[in-house]
């Protein structure tokens, strides 16, 4: 049987105090639920499997179930594909960095707001905001000195924040190393 290799991105673990899970038993949860080659990267749920279910809805599910049984937190987990991942990490422009100079994200998008139109949800500044929509994703950069001037912080707390999980940049191309190490 043909298995599939996947990344489960976890809204809202271990950011402020809250929702603590340990990347060690969400493992365990993960290989108790029948994922192979399970592996974590940093505290804010990111975990890499493979399995031979294919169906993204199905698995997103079956995980949201195990973490709520295991931890008794009610967190949405979003699934993203070996090649999906890829678009988005050839997507990153080379020189985004999330570093003392820039920070740059990937916006991964819940299905439900994914679609082009989002733009037109973005409060943007011009000559501050750098962002791009992707399928599944938008990419977002800003440099830190003008963070402040950022319209795009004003998506925190939003209805349409909560139906995305960010990540670094830097993160994801981690997360993608990974996948390739189990691809």
């Given at each position: ?13 271990n950011?402020?105090g ?24 940093i505290?804010?749920?990111n ?16 995980l949201?179930r ?7 937190l009610?967190i949405?987990?979003?699934i ?10 050839q ?6 960095k999330?570093?003392k ?23 943007l500044?011009?000559g ?14 800003v ?5 402040g ?11 349409l ?12 191309r981690?997360?993608f190393g990974?996948?390739e190490?189990?691809?």
């Amino acid at each position: 049987m043909k298995k599939y290799t996947f990344v489960a991105l976890l809204r809202g673990i271990n950011v402020g105090g809250n929702n603590k899970v340990k990347m060690k038993q969400l493992k365990q949860g993960f290989e108790a639920a029948g994922m192979e080659s399970v592996s974590t990267y940093i505290n804010t749920g990111n975990v890499v499997f493979e399995c031979e279910e294919k169906n993204k809805k199905t698995l997103s599910a079956q995980l949201e179930r195990v973490i709520q049984k295991e931890f008794d937190l009610k967190i949405k987990v979003l699934i993203r594909g070996f090649k999906e991942v890829e678009v988005v990490c050839q997507a990153i422009p080379e020189e985004w960095k999330n570093d003392k100079r820039m920070k740059a994200d990937v916006l991964f998008l819940w299905e439900e707001v994914d679609d082009p139109s989002i733009m037109e949800q973005l409060e943007l500044k011009e000559g501050v905001d750098e962002v791009h929509y992707l399928p599944g994703a938008l990419l977002w950069k800003v440099d830190r000195d003008k963070f402040g001037q950022s319209k795009m912080n004003k998506l925190m707390g939003t209805t349409l924040y909560k139906q995305m999980t960010v990540r670094n940049v830097n993160t994801v191309r981690r997360i993608f190393g990974m996948m390739e190490g189990v691809e």
